[in-house]
């Protein structure tokens, strides 16, 4: 996992990540999710915000779990290459 800080009272980013399969289950997200938000508080971050799709339901779980709210979904723009 890998946290962005845009500086000191502003923003910090937590990349999306992931756990193997077989060990899903253990807290092993919420527990990495934690220490990336910790990371960004200790590097003056006002706030985090992960990205992820809400179709991905474990995602989604694991980050509330670790106390991060759910905002509104936003879709980004994107045009055909055709």
């Not at 779990?65 to 723009?77: F, I, K, V």
Request: charged residues 15%; positive net charge; aromatic residues 4%.
């Amino acid at each position: 996992m890998a946290v962005w800080s845009a500086g000191e009272g502003r923003l910090g980013l937590i990349e999306p990540m992931g756990v193997h399969r077989a060990h899903r289950g253990h807290g092993y997200g919420r527990a990495i999710t934690v220490a990336a938000a910790r990371a960004l508080q200790e590097l003056g971050s006002s706030s985090v915000v992960v990205c992820s799709p809400s179709s991905n339901v474990g995602a989604v779980a694991t980050y509330q779990s670790a106390g991060l709210d759910q905002l509104p979904e936003r879709r980004d723009l994107y045009r055909n290459a055709s």
